[in-house]
């Protein structure tokens, strides 16, 4: 009898599986508003796109180093004194195979098997999936309206004994924000009590008010892990990048070499063009709070009143409760029904997301106000 490892069994990202329900549908002819995944509308950055071209005719694209390609480590470095004032040396930037890639190498450089790491419920899942696979215990930390949907200091201190802990500003599946007050706080917090912060600021440079703090500048143990994929249009690329303290760069430097030599250089080449591309992104920001604004005011009228507050990133957070207890079935009914696509909630807590389920407003505002229409229509 052959074995099969146990770090595999991890849970699935249902997302991928409302996705290939939605391809399906597609496939047999029917239509499909995809409101379940996080993908921004539209091609990279035309800057991008031009490096790419230039990169493809001047550049042999053989390996760069493992930590990345040394003209944009100096660039996302530059990035943070022109976007937050905060001084970080290019020499603690990682330049990673999308974030997902960086949480990987956070988790495995941070956390020993059967260290405990609190992460957020309802919370991006493969935080504690990945967590799961490498042994570590993901705590989940009950977050909702009281606390704006975010884990903070009290909550950490009721939790026992901890080894790190993992947030997102703005958040995934919530949009919720931390303040820069309160993200100090955790940060300082997290230095006294000797708990690791990761900070997963991904969706940082799409928001509605304030602009998202930054964690780069806070701690002297903090990893920060961000992406070009969501902001900067980039998702395919699969290219992020790590800002990680001293005592982990080495650790985190030799990892990169064994599991991914290094990120893909293309991607990399073009990546340096997207700071200067703002105008552009900033526009295209522009366009997802016209999509936010029409499902804030027409999803209610749908039924889906109960919203988490949406301060940046690309989604609403809708409680169901007074829909069903089965947010798995009701994706699935109203897929069906409507060709509208959701997220169910048991992707991002298994615990309480039988009711609730996530809207993703990153297509198009025509999308929008479509998938709106049909599920006023709609006969539950």
């Not at 944009?72 to 890639?101: D, K, M, N, P």
């Not at 977050?143 to 009721?158: D, K």
Request: with cysteine; net charge negative; proline share 6%.
């Amino acid at each position: 009898m052959f074995k099969v490892a146990k770090r595999g069994a991890v849970a699935p990202f249902i997302v991928m599986d409302v996705m290939r329900a939605a391809a399906e549908r597609q496939a047999a002819g029917g239509d499909v508003l995809h409101l379940e995944v996080g993908q921004p509308f539209g091609p990279a950055p035309a800057g991008v796109i031009a490096a790419a071209r230039s990169a493809l005719d001047n550049h042999a694209l053989g390996y760069t180093l493992a930590l990345g390609d040394a003209s944009l480590r100096q660039r996302i470095a530059r990035h943070y004194q022109e976007s937050a004032g905060i001084e970080v040396g290019a020499e603690r930037v990682v330049v990673t195979t999308g974030s997902s890639a960086g949480f990987l190498l956070a988790f495995l450089a941070a956390f020993e098997v059967g260290d405990r790491v609190a992460v957020a419920a309802p919370g991006y899942p493969a935080y504690r999936n990945i967590l799961t696979a490498l042994g570590v215990e993901a705590v989940p930390i009950p977050v909702g309206p009281a606390s704006r949907w975010q884990i903070t200091v009290p909550l950490l201190q009721a939790a026992g004994p901890l080894d790190g802990v993992v947030v997102a500003s703005p958040s995934n599946p919530t949009g919720s924000m931390l303040t820069a007050s309160e993200l100090t706080a955790l940060a300082g917090w997290c230095e006294t009590a000797g708990v690791r912060l990761v900070s997963d600021e991904i969706y940082h440079g799409i928001t509605f008010g304030a602009s998202a703090a930054t964690a780069a500048g806070l701690g002297s143990h903090t990893v920060v892990v961000n992406s070009f994929s969501k902001y900067y249009g980039m998702t395919g690329w699969r290219l992020g990048w790590m800002v990680v303290p001293p005592d982990l760069a080495r650790s985190v430097e030799c990892l990169q070499q064994n599991l991914f030599i290094a990120p893909p250089t293309l991607s990399q080449l073009a990546a340096v063009a997207a700071f200067d591309c703002r105008d552009e992104l900033d526009a295209r920001v522009e366009h997802y709070r016209a999509s936010r604004d029409v499902l804030l005011e027409e999803l209610p009228k749908a039924g889906f009143s109960r919203l988490a507050p949406s301060d940046g990133a690309f989604y609403l957070y809708a409680d169901v409760a007074e829909l069903t207890n089965d947010s798995v079935e009701f994706c699935r009914r109203m897929l069906a029904e409507t060709g509208v696509a959701a997220t169910p909630g048991v992707d991002f807590d298994p615990v309480q997301g039988g009711r609730t389920l996530r809207f993703s407003f990153a297509g198009t505002t025509e999308d929008m106000i479509e998938a709106a229409r049909r599920l006023k229509a709609w006969k539950r």
